[in-house]
Every structure is written in structure tokens, then in C-alpha cells.
């Protein structure tokens, strides 16, 4: 059982660099980038190979939750490191770890939020489990499969099509309210809202 007082970590995943801004791996930095700017903050760098931001989370007073919303700076399939650094440095219970990630096996755009599970190929998630075990939550942004023949290394490493990106922010919206909300109200209210 977690420590209501505990902060919560939520780590949006990505690969640094201006090249892979707008890849759909990188998704999860997308949506950290938004809950920093709904909290007003800008990130720092931090000694664990991260970006971070601090805030709070849910209505203000006794119940709102304090929040770490972390870039890790390493590439994606070396998250694990930055990622520990960071629950260690924070002291934060892995029952307060948020990964916000990119998902093959989800129609573009539809959310899942759960907790635990595999990591269904992903690298940053068999990086993060590594280090952590698998008992952290999971905010899952669909992205769909490739096309075709398409590679699927290929396909998450390009950009977000222009038919894509015309309802990319309002999907990133909600998966940051999809966070917010998990923080806020627990994991059953937020799979209510949001698993579409």
C-alpha cells in the first residue's frame, strides 16, 4: 500500500533530440510537455539524465498531489536508468510510477491505462521493468501498426502523419487529463473515463 503523501512520478517516454520531436515514439514526451505547461513550470535538467518539473496535481488544498513529471535524456531503450534515479532521488513508491508511452496494438489516438503487465516489445518499457519490476502504471497512447510491410522500428522512428497530426493535440490533451485524472482519483476512475 502507497503512502498517500508520496509524490508521484510520471514519466513521458521519448528519444531526445530535436530529429525525433515529432515521432510517434516520442508521444509520451509530448504529453509530459503538456502537464508541465498546464502546471506552469518549465522542465530542468536533473543529475539523474532526465528532464524534470515539479508540481501538484488535482483541486488545490490537502488533496491535491505532488507530482515529478520527468523526459528521461538517455535514448528510450535505456529509460530504466533515469527513471530509478529519479524514484530513488524523489523517494517515490513504484506504486506512484506513471509511464506514458506509445502503443502499436491500439487504434490511434484510443488510450488504456493500466497497471503492471508486459511490456509488448517496447523498449523503454523492458528498460523501465528491469530496474523497477512491472508494478507501475502504464498510460497507453494507440498509434496504430504501420502499413503494409512497413518495419515497425521504422514506423515509430517517423513523424505523425498530416492526417495524424490534425487531431494530435486534442489526443495529447486527453491523455494528459487521463494522467491528471489517474493521480487524482485512482486507476478505476480514470479506465472508466478514458479507456476507449
Known amino acids: 500500500m502507497t503512502d498517500d503523501t508520496s509524490p ?14 515529432g515521432n510517434r515514439h516520442n508521444v509520451g514526451f509530448m504529453v509530459a510537455d503538456l502537464l508541465a505547461e498546464r502546471m506552469g513550470a518549465r522542465f530542468k535538467a536533473h ?11 488535482g483541486p488545490p488544498g490537502p488533496a491535491s498531489r505532488r507530482v515529478v513529471i520527468a ?20 523517494k517515490v513508491p513504484v506504486g506512484h510510477v506513471v509511464a506514458v508511452h506509445d502503443e502499436l496494438d491500439i487504434d490511434y489516438g484510443a488510450l488504456r491505462l493500466k497497471l503492471g503487465g508486459g511490456d509488448n516489445g517496447h523498449n523503454g518499457l523492458k528498460s523501465i521493468t528491469k530496474s523497477l519490476g512491472a508494478d507501475y502504471f502504464r498510460v497507453r497512447f494507440g498509434i496504430g501498426r504501420p502499413p503494409g510491410r512497413m518495419d515497425v522500428a521504422a514506423f515509430v522512428l517517423k513523424d ?20 491528471e485524472t489517474l493521480i487524482a482519483d485512482g486507476l478505476e476512475r480514470a479506465q472508466g473515463t478514458y479507456n476507449s
Open 160 to 179: 505523425f502523419s498530416a492526417a495524424e497530426r490534425r487531431e494530435l493535440d486534442y489526443f495529447v490533451d486527453r491523455a494528459a487529463d487521463a494522467v
Open 8 to 21: 508521484w512520478l510520471v514519466v513521458g517516454l521519448g528519444n531526445p533530440g530535436g530529429e525525433y520531436a
Open 47 to 57: 543529475k539523474s539524465r532526465a528532464q524534470v518539473v515539479e508540481g501538484r496535481v
Open 71 to 90: 523526459k528521461p535524456m538517455s535514448f528510450m531503450n535505456l529509460s530504466g536508468g533515469p527513471v530509478t534515479a529519479l524514484r530513488d532521488f524523489y
